[in-house]
């Protein structure tokens, strides 16, 4: 059943408004009655584990591999290495680029119990605590993409006008789970209703549930 009935409640469903993975980039922050969702820092174990990764498979490749073709030259072992460093590079390149420019962008969500405002400074956006009415953690199918391919989001739900209006705040790819580092610390911390949606990858039927708030001691 991939076309999309014509009656489904699409607010029900993921905006699916931006193609990047940005749940695994985002921590949680809390002081002075702030609490934020926040890009995190790159941690350096991670980049080496990543970079070791290509470099254990440059070393099969030259000692495995290339032996078993009885591709042993010269060339042969400097075409590794030099891929191999090339791997490297890019991914440390990339990496810290896409680290430094989420820094940059500042953080997704900001909730000031001080004040009684949410802000989303990535939309350059501020609500009263009384315009908004939920968060979101939604995992469904894509009302514009109707495959069976499932997307989570995070989202948060305000009064505009007479009706409401959903901001997508994060995004992810995986099915389940891509949140549930920043769920605890929502439902500790920030107080508003939390919704988790969860969707069918075989049909358009959805189910609700509120989660609970989280006490603090």
């Not at 699409?10 to 980039?25: G, K, S, Y």
Request: net charge neutral.
């Amino acid at each position: 059943m991939n076309s999309v009935p014509s009656d489904i409640d699409r607010e029900q469903f993921v905006l699916d408004v931006d193609w990047r993975n940005t749940a695994h980039l985002a921590t949680s922050r809390v002081g002075d009655g702030v609490f934020e969702i926040a890009p995190r820092s790159l941690v350096p174990a991670q980049l080496v584990a990543m970079n070791l990764v290509y470099v254990a498979c440059g070393l099969i490749c030259a000692f495995v591999i290339l032996p078993r073709w009885h591709m042993t030259s010269t060339w042969a072992l400097a075409f590794v290495t030099f891929a191999t460093v090339i791997a490297c590079g890019a991914t440390t390149g990339i990496t810290d680029w896409s680290h430094v420019r989420e820094l940059q962008m500042g953080a997704w969500f900001i909730y000031d119990s001080n004040h009684d405002t949410i802000k989303l400074p990535r939309q350059r956006i501020e609500f009263a605590r009384s315009e908004v009415v939920q968060i979101e953690e939604v995992t469904t199918r894509s009302p514009k993409q109707p495959t069976c391919h499932l997307i989570s989001e995070l989202n948060v739900v305000v009064i505009d006008g007479s009706g409401r209006r959903r901001w997508n705040l994060l995004r992810s790819d995986a099915a389940d789970g891509a949140f549930s580092h920043l769920l605890i610390p929502l439902r500790r911390c920030v107080d508003l209703p939390i919704v988790r949606i969860r969707g069918n990858a075989m049909d358009w039927t959805v189910c609700r549930l509120q989660l609970p708030p989280i006490a603090t001691h």
